[in-house]
């Protein structure tokens, strides 16, 4: 094929991949945020205020398209966590708001390598910032920007499910672009106490 053919060829797959990332967030966005998957590939289900043993929290601040401090925390933001659907690895979500009425940011770490009880190397992390106010994503978009560090994954007794509260930091070297459009987010000083459920029950 020529260079053209290819040049062709690679547009075309990249028109096609944002039209599909349109569709996903057409559909995020249209849903209660109560129960918001997160980036739209893995299923569905109710998202709960982020109180376990204690209160779970997102901190740090944001910058470029979306200037914003980050200090959610407890019974007023919410988060889940599951396995990714590739069947390797889980993704965490956290919610700005827990009042529907009111939808607010969505960050989204998933992480391929990640192992539920192991807390001991650096991870890769796929990162995705939704600003549902605008209709708006910002992405890593598979390119290595961002790395993950647990600082303690805990596992929680006395609940319905295997539940367990993972703590760490985020941080990126580069900003997450925006997949449409214009623009791109800096994430800055990413700390986070959130939930992870390996069981397909709520």
């Given at each position: 094929?020529?260079?053209?053919?290819e040049?062709?060829r690679?547009?075309?797959?990249?028109?096609?991949?944002?039209?599909?990332?349109?569709?996903?967030?057409?559909?995020?966005?249209?849903?209660?945020?109560g129960?918001?998957?997160?980036?739209?590939?893995f299923a569905?289900?109710v998202?709960s205020?982020?109180?376990?043993?204690?209160?779970?929290?997102?901190?740090?601040?944001?910058?470029?398209?979306?200037?914003k401090?980050l200090?959610?925390?407890?019974?007023?933001?919410?988060?889940?966590g599951m396995?990714?659907?590739e069947?390797?690895?889980?993704?965490?979500?956290?919610?700005?708001h827990?009042?529907?009425?009111?939808p607010g940011l969505?960050?989204?770490?998933?992480?391929?390598?990640?192992?539920?009880?192991?807390?001991?190397k650096?991870?890769?992390?796929?990162?995705?910032?939704?600003?549902?106010?605008?209709?708006?994503?910002?992405?890593t978009?598979?390119?290595p920007?961002?790395?993950?560090?647990?600082?303690?994954?805990?596992?929680?007794?006395?609940?319905?499910?295997?539940t367990?509260?993972?703590?760490?930091?985020?941080?990126?070297?580069?900003a997450?672009?925006?997949?449409?459009?214009t623009?791109?987010?800096t994430?800055?000083?990413?700390?986070?106490?959130?939930?992870?459920?390996?069981?397909?029950?709520p």
């Open positions: 094929m020529s260079i053209t053919g040049n062709l690679h547009g075309l797959f990249t028109v096609l991949n944002l039209f599909c990332i349109a569709i996903i967030g057409w559909i995020i966005l249209n849903i209660d945020p129960k918001l998957a997160g980036a739209g590939d569905p289900r998202m205020p982020c109180v376990m043993d204690q209160d779970g929290y997102l901190r740090g601040r944001l910058y470029g398209s979306i200037e401090s200090d959610w925390q407890g019974a007023a933001m919410l988060c889940d396995p990714r659907p069947g390797e690895g889980f993704r965490l979500v956290f919610a700005e827990s009042n529907p009425d009111q969505v960050l989204v770490i998933g992480l391929a390598d990640a192992v539920l009880g192991d807390s001991r650096e991870l890769e992390a796929n990162v995705t910032v939704i600003d549902q106010n605008n209709g708006q994503f910002y992405s978009q598979d390119e920007r961002c790395w993950t560090q647990f600082s303690q994954q805990l596992q929680l007794r006395g609940t319905s499910t295997e367990w509260r993972v703590d760490g930091e985020l941080y990126c070297a580069s997450l672009a925006a997949l449409t459009g623009g791109s987010v994430l800055d000083d990413i700390t986070f106490s959130g939930v992870m459920k390996p069981s397909a029950a």
